[in-house]
């Protein structure tokens, strides 16, 4: 195939890359520097002289507590701008897969969320993804994905090995529930999804659950520091309190994938652990 990803330079976008590079397709990888996904003529025209089979939408304003004072930005890149790709993709005759977040839901569930459950976002972030999802269109692939980690830029395993180093202390939220997720794995999946051209929703993430605070100590004892180091903390007690609301739990079930027969990606200790290993170098 020939594929078209949009915010490659984000972690997911830079796997993405990669994955579907190693597979044997032509990949035109475009962070927003090369493709602003918020400007309908650059999209219209970018899949047009590009021809792409498949468009791949890592792209999205991501900052979660900007986002509730940023409200026009964060509909713009994570709403409107997915309306512009699903135009390009049945103008040009391709197939757009769109990544969506576990923000999409209130968090309330005592459960694992599966892709029926209904949605019910408490911040901007989660609503502009939503829209983002409605925006794709029946014949998308929409892959919901959470707490993503990788080689690529900022996140939980990166931040948890800065802080080790640096010896100061660890707090990190004990209530607030979700699916660890690495990029590799998530992005293997996508390839799989869209070579199939699978129409349809699917929650992508590593198998398993944890909190923000066990998360914390498995990459503590990855890297062979004690895990004792990280204290709980509740959500409400952080200071500065964090503007936008964050699901108490996200965690999301693969149940789309275990019905359709398709492999789901493994526990989520097997990818950090490896990932632990690649950033320790």
Known sequence: MKVLITGAGG????????????????????????????????????VDSVGPDVVVNCAAFTAVDACETDVD???LVN???????????????????????????????????????????????GASKLAGEQEAGEAATVVRTSWLCGRYGSNMVATVLRLASEGGPMRFVDDQ????????????????LCADRRPGLYHVTNQGEASWYELAREVLAAAGHDPDRVEPIATADLQPPRPA?????????????????????PDFKVPLKR???????
């Open 245 to 265: 609301a964050r699901p108490a739990n996200s965690v999301l079930e693969n149940r789309a994938l275990a019905l359709a027969g398709l492999a789901r990606p």
């Open 11 to 46: 972690q997911l976008g830079r796997d993405a890359a990669e994955r579907f590079a190693a597979s044997g397709h032509e990949v035109v990888a475009a962070g927003r520097r090369e493709l602003d996904v918020a400007r309908r003529d650059q999209v219209l025209s970018a």
């Open 73 to 75: 930005q964060a509909f």
């Open 177 to 192: 529930r979700g699916s660890p997720s690495f990029t590799p794995d998530v992005a293997s999946v996508i390839e799989r």
């Open 79 to 125: 709403a409107l701008a997915v309306r512009h790709l699903a135009e390009a993709v049945r103008r040009f005759g391709a197939h757009l897969c769109h990544v969506s977040t576990d923000y999409v839901f209130s968090g309330d569930k005592s459960g694992p969320y599966h892709e029926w459950d209904r949605p019910d976002p408490r911040s901007v972030y």
């Open 275 to 281: 990932l632990v290993t690649d950033l320790l170098g």
